[in-house]
């Protein structure tokens, strides 16, 4: 387990996000949850934020800011598919 943290490379991510409207600014904390993720280069990003996050339309838009601004696209999954059956 890693521990990370919002810098001002992930916050300047967020902001792109929201500029570009992948989500609204009232949602900017779930920008920043993707906007580390990235910038940080998880695996896999898993959320049960069905409606900002974990969201096909949304998981495109985000990827396509991500590659525009240089980073690689972000695995967004609700936890279902990345535990086995016996860990859920």
């Not at 890693?2 to 992948?22: F, H, P, T």
């Not at 600014?25 to 049960?48: F, Q, Y």
């Not at 990827?63 to 967004?76: K, S």
Request: aromatic share 6%; glycine share 2%; hydrophobic share 45%.
């Amino acid at each position: 387990m890693e521990n990370v943290s919002l810098g001002s490379e992930a916050e300047a991510l967020a902001d792109r996000y929201i500029s570009e409207k992948v989500v609204a600014s009232k949602h900017i904390v779930d920008a920043r949850h993707i906007a580390v993720a990235t910038v940080e280069r998880v695996d896999v990003l898993a959320s049960w934020n069905f409606k900002e996050m974990v969201n096909l339309d949304r998981i495109r838009a985000f990827n396509a800011v991500n590659l525009r601004m240089g980073y690689p696209m972000l695995e967004i999954r609700s936890p279902r598919e990345v535990l086995h059956e016996k860990e859920i």
